[in-house]
Nanobody, 129 residues
């Protein structure tokens, strides 16, 4: 399984960015709850869940971390095997490496790093004040 992120960069506070995650090599086994999620890791902080979008059987289900609710939106294009994270109203505290991940857990638990079975390599997002 490969997850490849793109779209990171430098943006001023209040600005927007859209991250993409291309997923390949994954075939659903028909049983386990798999979802695509975005996580982030800032210097000196623990990696945290940002958003997840439901996989097969959970289409349309989304969950967000408290710090990004109302500002970030996760979506997916199944035909392209790609997930997106639209980030609006960016703040300096959003600065981090953003990682795409394949998680295996009930949706409510899929924002926890322990649920991740595959990680992407990450893309840097820097928000200047």
């Amino acid at each position: 399984v490969q997850l490849v992120e793109s779209g990171g960069g430098l943006v001023q506070a209040g600005g927007s960015l859209r991250l993409s995650c291309a997923v390949s090599g994954f075939t659903w086994d028909g049983f386990d709850d798999y979802h695509i999620g975005w996580f982030r890791e800032a210097p000196g902080k623990q990696r945290e869940g940002v958003a997840i979008i439901g996989g097969d059987g959970y289409e349309g289900v989304t969950y967000y971390g408290d710090s990004v609710k109302g500002r970030f939106t996760i979506s997916s294009d199944n035909a392209k095997n790609t997930a997106y994270l639209q980030m609006n109203g960016l703040k300096p505290e959003d600065t981090a490496v953003y990682l795409c991940a394949l998680t295996r857990a009930p949706p409510l638990l899929a924002l926890k790093t322990i649920a991740v079975v595959y990680w992407g390599q990450g893309t840097q997002v820097t928000v200047s004040s």
